[in-house]
């Protein structure tokens, strides 16, 4: 089965709409990476959990990543980490070109931490 985009997230299609939405977001807008890739067991794993994020979240953007995707791993805040299912989350990246957070793996209780953390910076 090809990995499903989770409810409410967005894919990003090419690095230039990553740029977009690192460089183009609120200084307190938290931000929220997904990585995966066609075939991933551990995203199949955690995709309900994760369809239900938008309305846990609320104010949280999500975006899908797909590795697969030519050339959306080559800019520096999409870097993989495997094993896939990997997050990222960031927040004001023009000021600090770095993530918040990384993580990969299928404990969705460790992410929704990472979340809520970014949330409270």
């Not at 931490?113 to 409270?120: H, K, Q, T, V």
Request: glycine share 4%; hydrophobic share 35%.
């Amino acid at each position: 089965m090809v990995t499903q985009t989770p409810t409410g997230f967005i894919v990003l299609p090419n690095v230039a709409a990553v740029e977009d939405v690192l460089f183009n977001s609120p200084s307190d807008q938290t931000i929220v990476f997904y990585f995966t890739e066609p075939i991933c067991p551990g995203c199949d794993t955690i995709h309900n959990r994760l369809c239900q994020w938008t309305t846990l979240f609320p104010t949280v953007k999500f975006y899908q990543i797909k590795t697969e995707i030519p050339g959306i791993t080559t800019h520096q805040s999409t870097d993989i980490y495997y094993p896939l299912p990997c997050i990222k989350t960031f927040k004001d990246y023009p000021s600090f070109y770095n993530r918040i957070t990384k993580r990969n793996g299928v404990n969705t209780g460790l992410y929704e931490s990472d979340i809520n953390y970014a949330l409270s910076l």
